[in-house]
T-cell receptor, first 109, second 116 residues
């Protein structure tokens, strides 16, 4: 079952604003991943983090692997309409792979 | 980059029939494949983990006799929903990893199953 708490559950923002979402867990993980899922499609990997404290960017997206290995955040800067979708965090250790509950992002033009 | 495909993308079947869903890693060898189901507006729920050549490990509450998983090769895993019922209607998604190449968490596009 899931062990990741993701917040916020949903966000409604104006185009151009920055977005921040995070995931926390009571367990330690070796890898944190962030995905975006559009309706009717599989999740697409945005950023993968493999080391505690690691900060990684992918265009306007920035994600960090928490130093305690129990959390991670994702920031989206200068949001645009195509950022709309559901964002999931995921964490894995060994062969255990868990998903967050998702953050639904709506960008208002 | 690493790509995972699923077939079919959508299937409609009658109650009581069995449906097979294929998951393939196209340009890497998947040492492990994961199967998820997702209900509308919910997160992905892990059903089972399969390693090539061995039996799948099912999550608690997932009936292994109903959801048969076969990972016969390093590039193919199949999920068979046996004696499907309307409550099995869902979005089924697989993902694959290749530890040797540090390829992780690549998902297929999903299969929409509707049981009438």
């Amino acid at each position: 079952g899931q062990q990741l708490n993701q917040s916020p559950q949903s966000m409604f923002i104006q185009e151009g604003e920055d977005v921040s979402m995070n995931c926390t867990s009571s367990s330690i993980f070796n890898t944190w991943l962030w995905y975006k899922q559009d309706p009717g499609e599989g999740p697409v990997l945005l950023i993968a983090l493999y080391k505690a404290g690691e900060l990684t960017s992918n265009g306007r997206l920035t994600a960090q692997f928490g130093i305690t290995r129990k959390d991670s955040f994702l920031n989206i800067s200068a949001s645009i309409p195509s950022d709309v979708g559901i964002y999931f965090c995921a964490a894995l250790t060994g062969n255990q792979f868990y998903f967050g509950t998702g953050t639904s992002l709506t960008v208002i033009p | 980059g690493a790509v995972v495909s699923q077939h079919p993308s959508r299937v409609i079947c009658k109650s009581g029939t069995s449906v097979k869903i294929e998951c393939r890693s196209l340009d890497f060898q998947a040492t492990t494949m994961f199967w998820y189901r997702q209900f509308p507006k919910q997160s992905l729920m892990l059903m089972a983990t399969s390693n090539e050549g061995s039996k799948a490990t099912y999550e608690q509450g997932v009936e292994k006799d109903k959801f048969l998983i076969n990972h016969a090769s390093l590039t193919l895993s199949t999920l068979t929903v046996t004696s499907a019922h309307p409550e099995d209607s869902s979005f089924y998604i697989c993902s694959a990893r290749d530890l040797g190449l540090a390829v992780d968490g690549i998902f297929g596009p999903g299969t929409r199953l509707t049981v009438l």
